[in-house]
């Protein structure tokens, strides 16, 4: 089993930043892939971005250019960096937990509200 702990989110105008961060606990060294999502009001969950253990990341098409993930391996956290943050950004974002027996693991959410 893993826990996902997420902290970070908050409320920000247009064109701010803010960095998320999710610290896993229970069996993290069987974690493969971690990663975002979000679920803007009213619409379904999607990815954010995606990182495995040997760095390789993913993004979103909406996302590129403007959010970064970082992974630190020893402690096993994921960052999200978020610059240049849109109204459209708004939604409760995720973290998300991947092992190598395709079990997924989420988090609570955080809340990140970007104003215009």
């Known amino acids: 089993q893993v826990q996902l702990v997420e902290s970070g989110g908050g409320l920000v105008q247009a064109g701010g930043s803010l960095r998320l961060s999710c610290a896993p606990s229970?069996?993290?060294?069987?974690?493969?892939?971690m990663g975002w999502y979000r679920q803007p009001p009213g619409k379904t969950r999607e990815l954010v971005a995606t990182?495995?253990?040997?760095?390789?990341?993913y993004y979103a098409d909406s996302v590129k250019g403007r959010f970064t993930i970082s992974r630190d391996n020893a402690q096993n956290t994921v960052l999200l960096q978020m610059n240049s943050l849109k109204p459209e950004d708004t939604a409760v974002y995720y973290c998300n937990a991947l092992d190598w027996g395709s079990l997924n693991y989420w988090g609570q959410g955080t809340q990140v509200t970007v104003s215009s």
């Open positions: 990182i495995t253990k040997g760095g390789s990341s």
């Open positions: 229970g069996n993290i060294f069987n974690i493969n892939v």
